[in-house]
């Protein structure tokens, strides 16, 4: 007769898995087999064999994992790494690869991060010198491509109103339109 131990691993931990308690789950064959309800360390509760804790199978519940192939792939390990600089693109932009910028054109982020606004989907960044890749913030300067909508007064009076309220709290152009404002006073 074969002596079966049933071990106790409630409140153990192994790896980043704290047993809880013991659970019967029905297996893919139906049949009823004995489980552990593990927390893991990131807040995930799932049940695990007890040679999968003993024999040092799982470490968590998936998160151990993530975290190696995360750091495994970013910043140098990256096999797109190039230098941390980002890659020029076609159109001759520097572009973001890495962090939370990801994606996004450079000369757009130094705009964005100097002046504390938010680009618009019309507005466009200007290199005064003509080279793409100086992302100096003198080299930059904001240009709108939103145009009037007709070519009555009526409706070039409201566009300019229009632009007006849309910059006026840019840190930019505060003194041209206060400026403006002014002559009409």
Not at 130 to 136: A, V
Not at 172 to 185: G, Q
Request: aromatic share 10%.
């Amino acid at each position: 007769m074969i002596n079966l131990v049933i071990m106790e691993l409630e409140g153990k931990k192994f790896n980043r898995l704290l047993v809880i308690k013991p659970v019967w789950v029905v297996s893919k064959s139906n049949r009823k087999e004995k489980k552990w309800e593990c927390l893991c360390d990131c807040g995930v509760v799932k049940p695990y064999l007890t040679y999968q804790l003993t024999h040092n199978i799982v470490k968590s519940c998936g998160c151990y994992n993530k975290e190696v192939a995360r750091e495994r792939m970013s910043g140098e390990n990256n096999i797109g790494w190039k230098g941390g600089e980002g890659v020029v693109t076609k159109g001759g932009y520097r572009e973001i690869k890495h962090g939370e910028n990801r994606g996004k054109l450079e000369h757009r982020i130094v705009f964005e991060t100097h002046y504390g606004i938010k680009l618009l989907k019309h507005q466009s960044i200007h290199h005064i010198n003509g080279i793409k890749t100086d992302n100096r913030i003198e080299n930059l300067e904001l240009w709108d491509s939103s145009q009037p909508y007709g070519q009555r007064v009526e409706d070039k009076l409201d566009y300019y109103f229009n632009m007006i309220m849309k910059y006026k709290d840019n840190p930019l152009y505060e003194d041209i339109i206060l400026t403006h404002i002014n002559e009409f006073k």
